[in-house]
């Protein structure tokens, strides 16, 4: 029997794999990554700083582990290079693997900074362990450190870094942090929260290049200004990863897209996690990728099972100002109510009728999320 093969050994994959075998424990499942499949959580990557933590220390079971516990076969340093969904095979770098049911959990890349001068290159990004393992390497005997965008990731490594000992400068094109996310009030609390921290902010700016200086780096920004940093991190976002599904003739769009069941555009392909766009939605979250993960391990064992997810705020490790959203559905008509508090925002989206159809909460307010959703699922 051909087995069910699963691409990718990131949160996604791994727990789909769990998942599968929960309900089913001897159908063959192969697990195939490029990396070397050790089993972490790679939204701890953003807050271990200041924990003390190494890479080693985040890095969970190894792949030899994860296949004895699950009964999986997992292929570390794998690449997948095509997929024929005809005949029902992947090529890789290591030969041809055919599949039963195919499932793309391909992650996403960081989007590429655009920095041009001569030390564009040394601009690092954390997306995986190896990354992280790379920056704390970098930032060993440093004290300044730029970041490139303060949205949910920026601010997640601002505060960590801060809280670790160094000075940070965070550039960022909006006016406040995580502003596709938060009212103002919200924002700026959080900024308030972070430069108490030490962290120097430069809204409504963006980076265009990076040249070596002093032993450091001066990163020009685009109003004529610099910051001066010893080490520059890129946290301006994430792409899905579609090319491979893509150069298979796979529909994609922002994602790999899929119905509600998962289903790619192919017969028996599936996606799911950070590369998947689910009827029109990417979803780059932790609880989204749990939710698909349960219900495609559902179908993929005998009982077909469509993704409805359940309210999932989402909680920004900012320990400054922590800060719990809960976005309203794009396109509903609202707005704002919001709330200061000496010890946090309230702030509640509310449609035409006053009825609430999302929340920010920061501070001592994210207490309340709780109550929250229990009044949205009333």
């Known amino acids: 029997m051909q087995p069910i093969l699963i691409v990718g050994s990131g949160l996604a994959g791994y727990t789909l794999l769990k998942e599968i075998r929960k309900r089913d424990g001897t159908t063959p499942v192969t697990l195939v990554t490029a990396d070397d499949g050790v089993f972490y959580s790679k939204p701890n990557l953003s807050n271990a700083l200041a924990a003390g933590k190494p890479a080693a220390a985040l890095a969970g079971a190894s792949a030899e582990k994860m296949a004895a516990d699950f009964g999986a ?29 195919l499932v793309l959990a391909l992650g996403a890349d960081p989007i590429p900074h655009g920095l041009s001068g001569s030390a564009a290159a040394d601009v690092l990004a954390v997306n995986d362990l190896a990354d992280y393992a790379a920056f704390r390497r970098a930032i060993e005997g440093k004290r300044r450190v730029a970041v490139l965008g303060g949205g949910l990731i920026g601010c997640e490594f601002a505060n960590d870094l801060a809280q670790a000992g160094f000075a940070v400068d965070v550039v960022h094109l909006g006016d406040w942090p995580l502003e596709r996310l938060v009212p103002r009030e919200a924002g700026e609390r959080l900024a308030e929260s972070l430069a108490a921290l030490g962290v120097s902010w430069h809204f409504g700016r963006s980076a265009k290049s990076i040249e070596p200086d002093a032993g450091g780096y001066r990163v020009a920004l685009d109003d004529g200004g610099s910051v001066v940093a010893e080490v520059v991190l890129s946290a301006i976002g994430l792409r899905p990863r579609v090319q491979l599904a893509d150069a298979a003739g796979l529909e994609v769009g922002r994602g790999i897209r899929t119905n509600r069941l998962l289903e790619t555009s192919a017969a028996d392909v599936y996606a799911l996690g950070d590369c998947a766009e689910v009827e029109g939605v990417n979803l780059p979250f932790v609880q989204p990728l749990l939710v698909q993960a349960r219900a495609l391990a559902a179908s993929l064992t005998g009982t077909p099972t469509a993704v409805v997810y359940p309210a999932m705020p989402v909680m920004v490790k900012t320990p400054a100002q922590p800060v719990a959203v809960l976005p309203p559905r794009p396109g509903v008509a609202g ?20 009825e609430m159809q999302g929340f920010v909460l920061t501070g001592s307010e994210t207490g309340r999320r709780t109550t929250l959703l229990k009044q949205l699922a009333a």
């Open 73 to 101: 076969t997992v292929r570390p340093g794998t690449r997948v290079l095509a997929i024929d969904t005809v005949n029902r095979r992947v090529q890789t770098d290591q030969g041809e693997i055919g599949y039963r049911r």
């Open 335 to 354: 707005g704002w109510q919001v709330d200061c508090g000496e010890g946090g925002i309230c702030a509640l989206h509310l449609g035409e009728a006053g």
